[in-house]
């Protein structure tokens, strides 16, 4: 179903010349209410009355997460304190938070982004729709809230937590939706098992997952396993929150990113340069309503393409195809650039392991070595000590072939791993800071 069938299926002409007329009257509040971007344009020598084309975007400035920091709290709000009416901050999963806030009419399109984001899912008014992202600063439950709420279905804000708790409520409330990250559906499932639920009895049949990177193979698992269509939702603190961009049930290929509210460019993260579609390099975006706090030219540090290609769906907005990590995560061990999405594909190829892993750093004489940990799943019995042998070789062999790193390969009891509430932790760096 699609929530908004207008704006969703906007002639491309018709979104250009709409973004052109947004971002020049976002550049034009920012550069009189925000001194860091007067200073900005007026170091690169340009007004936002120099912006005639979307072809300019690329003369204006990035801004970085650090700028966000080093203005911490509100120094790039652009209305004053008294039109404010929420403020979230990031999880802080690389470092400080970083804070924004939220006039009333944000709150409302982010809602309205939200809604269209849960619609592409295939949810409706007629859903029961269990939010498991956190509730609080982080912007995941509240923002999958405010979606659900605006598609006028029934939600059940659970927040994160008391999971075994949680998979009796998804069963007792007939739960047709589940937000969270995908790897908190795991845990859930995996709670669900220990209290006697199966996922695939109940009226549960889609899933929309995100706030961190996951793989098609981890789809499939958490398809299999739940029994429920699986969709990719993406955003972010600094631009909006969930909801920027989404999949559609329809295609099941990219996510739908909505260019009338968000401006996307992909960058060579090293150059700068943009990239032509279909190229994969850093996500920037530039927000084009956003009045509490409006980024021009926002480097996400992810990494995806743009795919322009018509959608059988039938909105028009451009797809980002599946994330392939953000630049934060990548590891560089010996020289090689490693993310943990190339390693986790790699693992869920063996059907016998559990989807829990974990990469772990460290530094011994001088060399970074990387082990990863994976548990076995619980069909494979720890007493075949030959068989797992075997396993982690053929691991290790897998990795080095297709990422070129030695790696050491460790099978892990079922459950040793650490279970997250909200975003995994899919790296253990106990290198020694430099
Ligand atoms: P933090 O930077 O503290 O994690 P957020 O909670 O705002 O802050 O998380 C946003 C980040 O989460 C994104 O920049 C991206 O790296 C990651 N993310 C969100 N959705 C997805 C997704 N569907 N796939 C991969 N990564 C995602
Ligand atoms: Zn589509």
Redo the contacts with the bound molecule.
Sequence with gaps: MIFDIRKETLPREEIEALQLRRLRDMCARVYANVPFYQKRFNEIGITPADIKTLADLRNLPFTE?QDLRDYYPFGLFAVPRENIVRLHA?????GK?VVVGYTARDLENWAEAAARSLAAAGVSHLDTVHVAYGYGL???GLGAHGGAERLGATVVPASGGATRRQAMLLRDFGATALCCTPSYALHLWEAGQEVGIDFKELPLRTGV??????TEEMRHDIEQKMGINAL???????IM??GVAMECVEAKTG?HLWEDLFLPEIIDPVTGEQLPPGEVGELVLTTLTKEGIPLVRYR???LTSLDYTPCCCGRTHVRIT??R??TDDMLIIRGVNVFPQQIEGLLMEQRVLSPNYQLVVDRVNNLDTLEVRVEMGEHLFADEIGKLQTLERTLQKNIKEYLGVTVKVRLMEPHSIERSEG?ARRIVDNRPKD
């Design positions: 997460k990031s999880s802080g999963t690389t938070a982080f912007t995941g997952f995100g706030a961190e990177p996951w990719n939702i993406y955003g972010l603190s600094e929150g969930p996510m996400t540090r992810d599946r994330l990590g953000r975003k």
